[in-house]
């Protein structure tokens, strides 16, 4: 191995913890930044995009805050906070941009493989959820990067665009539909697989059936035993810079680790649950992702959602979440990883979090108690004549809420992700979940930033080579907006979203 320019006696000058698509979006700028550093990537399953990347392990849909309530919430005196749609839609922007230069450059094979047009919309019941709905459309439609949104409760036009929810729906209960044709489904593991088979390209190793057990500060760097799985052997590998982006199992890491910053810190697993059909004249009649509002009282990570899914070129159709429960911190995990990761420190902060988090505990337990009749009359809120016969319970991913301190009580934290750069260096962390894939290139220039301050200035052009718009928000450029729009869609084979919109109708 040549070139190891900041190497300090160890075996690699980056490695990285998890072979998702956060590594490979970090190991992609990396390889392009600094070309002669040494990478090793450490993924404890078969191979990589297996676990939180895998398609049918998350809900494959390129976040961008065109249809979610969850992004933009009602404030105390009835208006719209926009903030967290517009951030989320310039982060995927970012995305966006990587994988269309990545495709440009032949890196990825056919696009269509892994991401694909499919129009997003926000389904709104109830008098309080219409008129949240209506208040978020008149909010965002004058923004650039939410240009084209329609809005519309004729019934007559949501049949037209939703024939499968609203073909054959009775009147009665105040509904409304906004529409966004811009929107995409993305499939995470193939997308992943494709980015560390480029990187693989360029000389970055990847030993898949190894499991880091524990990590500790080695002089500059920092020490990895790391379990050959198959072999059963344990070894040491040191690096100068060590990325966890595990999912579940980085807090585990942290806490070997000793990090002062995440002392405190525990994790709440939750599994999700869909519905998923795969039968021809249902999908016929839904093209889509339909994102809906959480019911009165429960928690934002129970919004509701039907989604035309594609999945090794099969399409189907998946609604959900619903929660489940198991003490494991990753889907292939152990059961005893929940009560290995209670201390002394965090244990605190654990029970706080349980008495001031009862809505959410309530939820949980409601969603184990629930039948498949329950199931089936939350399915029928979008698919009113769905028969049971049709449609098949999954299993998805596992999910850790990262438990905190937040204001001196203990908290569940909800959406978001949490970068942890701890203050001796060599070291950064990912803990959280949703919108994570499709943040994952903002996300992993944040990781450079704080990491790599003094060798940004000097990354910044090979950054820019591959994201156009890096440290440029779009929202304040429209020409520009629609340009980098434009060619990250060519490049991708999505729909041209400057296509004529059918006109609004309320």
Known sequence: MVGREVKTGADYDVVLVGGGIMSATLGTLLRRAQPDWSILVLERLDGPGLESSSAWNNAGTGHAGLCEFNYTPLRGDGSIDVGGAVAVNEQFQLSRQLWARLAE?????????????????????GATGVEHLRLRHAALRAHPLFEGLEFTRDREVMARWLPLMFGDRRGGEQVA?????????VDYGVLTRRMFAALARDGTEMRTGHEVRSLRRDGPGWCLRVRDLEGGRDEDVRASFVFLGAGGGTLPLLQSAGVAETEGYGGFPISGRFLRTARADLI???????????????????????????????????????????????????LTDLPRSVTRH?????????????????????QLAQSRRGRLRALRRFVPDARAAD??????????????RVAGRGSIAGFGTEVVTPAQGGLAALLGASPGASASVAIMLDVLERSFPDRLPGWRPALRALVPTYGTPL????????????????????????????????
């Open 105 to 125: 450059e032949g890196a990825l094979g056919d696009p269509a493989d892994f991401i694909r047009s499919v129009p997003h919309f926000g389904f709104a019941h």
């Open 177 to 185: 539909v906004c529409r966004t044709r811009g929107g995409t489904d």
């Open 284 to 334: 016929a009649r839904h093209h889509a992702k339909v994102y809906s509002h959480a019911e009165p009282g429960a928690p934002s990570l129970s919004v509701p959602h039907l989604d035309t899914r594609v999945v090794d070129g099969r399409t189907y159709l998946m609604f959900g979440p619903f929660a489940a429960f198991s003490p494991r911190f990753l889907k292939r995990g152990r």
């Open 346 to 366: 965090n244990l605190g902060t654990l029970l706080g979090a349980a008495r001031g988090d009862l809505g959410l505990l309530r939820y949980l337990v409601g």
């Open 391 to 404: 449609w098949e319970l999954v299993t998805a991913g596992q999910r850790v809420q990262v438990v905190k």
């Open 475 to 506: 929202a304040g450029q429209p020409e520009l907006l629609t340009e980098t729009t434009r060619r990250s869609a060519l490049a991708l084979g999505l729909t041209d979203e400057s296509a004529p919109q059918e006109a609004e109708h309320g």
